[in-house]
């Protein structure tokens, strides 16, 4: 069975950094991406970031780009989203997802198989 997990939230203000882990066990799993995406309180689920885990592809939203970094840890099965000059606007829950094949679109939440249960990320202006 596989799971995915998160962590790493928490409560920081505008300006600051604060990085995400994500950890996909289950022994023979191995992802063909795994991404990020985050749901603001009464909008819509909406993607942040993924990563390919082979070639190591990076697709970003435009709203994070140049702010946020996603990276991987093959051996341990972990994805990290480094948030940096946080915004108040980046408050939400952070959901961190795994695709176990190519589906053509990493920005999809239909491209993913596995899904954690969230962390929340709060931003103070």
């Known amino acids: 069975q596989v799971q995915v997990v998160e962590s790493g939230g928490g409560l920081v203000q505008a300006g600051a950094s604060l990085r995400l882990s994500c950890a996909a066990s289950?022994?023979?799993?191995?992802?063909?991406?795994m991404g990020w995406f985050r749901q603001a309180s009464g909008k819509e689920r909406e993607f942040v970031a993924a990563i390919t885990w082979s070639a190591g592809v990076i697709y970003y939203a435009d709203s994070v780009k140049g702010r946020f970094t996603i990276s991987r840890d093959n051996a341990k099965k972990t994805v990290y989203l480094q948030m940096d000059s946080l915004k108040s606007e980046d408050t939400a829950v952070y959901y961190c997802a795994a695709g176990r094949y190519y589906t053509g679109s990493h920005y999809s939440q239909t491209s993913y198989d596995y899904w954690g249960q969230g962390t929340q990320v709060t931003v103070s202006s």
């Open positions: 289950g022994r023979t799993f191995r992802p063909y991406a």
